[in-house]
Structures are given as C-alpha cells and as structure tokens.
C-alpha cells in the first residue's frame, strides 16, 4: 500500500496524515471485496522495519490509526467473517497498539472466510535472520541436523508458515521495486504495479489487476504445459 503521503500532497495540499487515514478507508474497501469475490488471503504491508526512521508525529500518527481502526472494524470484520492476523516485530510496537492488535487477533480467531493479514514492523530481512536464528539454535542444541534444513524447514520458520505463498502481489504509486517485502515468499508471484495511489485504489482495480494474473502463463520454471 504505497502513494498515501503522495496521495494528500499532490490531490488535496494536505497533510501526509490526512492520507493515511484516507489509506485506512482503501484498506476496508479492498478486504470486503476480497471478502467478496473469494479471495482467501489478503496480507498488507502496513508498517516497515525501516519506517520507524519516520518522522516520531507520522510514526505516532500511523499507531494510533492502527488501534482507532482496529477498534473500530473488529465488529464489521466478524460480520464478513474476516480473521485478522499480523506479521513482524509486532512486540517492538506501542504497548496499546500491541494490545489491541493481539485482542482483534482473537476477537476474530474463528473466522474462516478471509485471513487478513497486517505486515507490522515488518521486513523480510528481518524475518529472515529470525529464522536463521531459531534454526541455528536447533542444530545447536542437537534438535536437528544441518542436513535436515531444507525448503520447507525454513518456510516453517518464517512469520508467514500458516500462509501459501501469494500468487499476486500489488504494489500502488508507480514505484516498481519490492522495498523488503516478502522476499522468500515472492519466489513465483506474479507482480502488478499500477500507478494509483493507495487511496485511490479501488475495487475496480483490484478487479483490473486479477485480470491481468488470469492473463498470465504461471510456468514455476517449467515449460508450457500442452
Ligand atoms: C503508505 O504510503 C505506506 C505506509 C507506510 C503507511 P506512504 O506513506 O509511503 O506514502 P508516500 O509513498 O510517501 O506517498
Ligand atoms: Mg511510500
């Protein structure tokens, strides 16, 4: 979800708060049509590992957008059926933020039809070395052996192991790099980048880009198949 400071400067003359709140409503707008059409996971870069270098009002700003909108879509979540869920370094949040995160977590625990998943201080960097941590720690305490490590060891130590790996991924507001994103993950996923900012990101572009996905020949570095 990229474009929202971009979005309010360059639309409005506003302030970049005033897009991330116009952020949030793109964001409702784009689960219930996930919701809607069957999609199943949903996972959003909400919050980097390297946006913390922001400034400390944007910083602040964006946390207590995050514990407002919890707040406040916990019930409409549970009405779709929606289950919230979060990656990163969820701990190295403000304590409300994590608090709230952690209770809309299990306010929506048994909802089946959408797995909402919120990226939160998260980077892949980050969730890399995490990983390799707790397997290094494995083999050293004799759990495993090195030549136990393959694909899917490592998979189950990442933050997304309950997740399939995307099969789209959107990037919003021209920018056409990946800045840290699920990088494991990604390894096949088709990639759509479109010019529009977040907040403008609407439901008839989320049916655009699946458009395009259903164009595309997956092929997993195999051949065409006949
Ligand atoms: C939203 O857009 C992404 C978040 C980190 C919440 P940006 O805040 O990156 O907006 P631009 O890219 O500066 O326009
Ligand atoms: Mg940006």
Redesign the pocket.
């Known amino acids: 979800?990229?474009?929202?400071?971009?979005?309010?400067?360059e639309r409005w003359g506003r302030s970049?708060i005033f897009?991330?709140k116009n952020?949030v409503a793109a964001v409702r707008t784009i689960t219930e049509a996930c919701a809607e059409i069957g999609v199943k996971y949903l996972t959003l870069?909400?919050?980097?590992t390297e946006?913390w270098g922001?400034p400390a009002a944007?910083v602040t700003a964006?946390m207590n957008l995050l514990v407002s909108t919890i707040r406040k879509e916990v019930k409409q979540l549970n009405e779709n059926k929606v289950r919230l869920h979060a990656i990163g370094d969820i701990e190295s949040l403000p304590k409300q933020c994590y608090n709230e995160l952690l209770e809309g977590m299990s306010a929506t625990q048994h909802n089946q039809r959408l797995q909402l998943t919120l990226a939160l201080s998260y980077s892949s960097r980050w969730e890399i070395t995490q990983a390799m941590q707790q397997i290094a720690e494995k083999v050293a305490a004799g759990s495993i052996q090195t030549s136990d490590i393959d694909e899917q060891l490592i998979n189950n130590h990442l933050a997304t192991k309950d997740m399939p790996d995307p099969e789209l991924l959107i990037r919003?507001?021209g920018?056409l790099r990946i800045s840290n994103y699920l990088l494991w993950q990604i390894a096949y996923t088709e990639l759509y980048f479109t010019k529009k900012?977040?907040p403008d990101f609407k439901e008839e572009d989320l049916y655009e880009a699946i458009y395009h996905y259903q164009q595309r020949e997956r092929r997993f570095g195999k051949l065409k198949s006949v």
Do not use: I, Q
């Not at 990229?2 to 309010?8: K, L, P, T, V």
């Open positions: 979800m990229d474009g929202n400071g971009r979005w309010a400067k970049r897009g991330h952020g870069y909400a919050f980097s946006n922001r944007e964006l919003t507001s920018e900012f977040w």
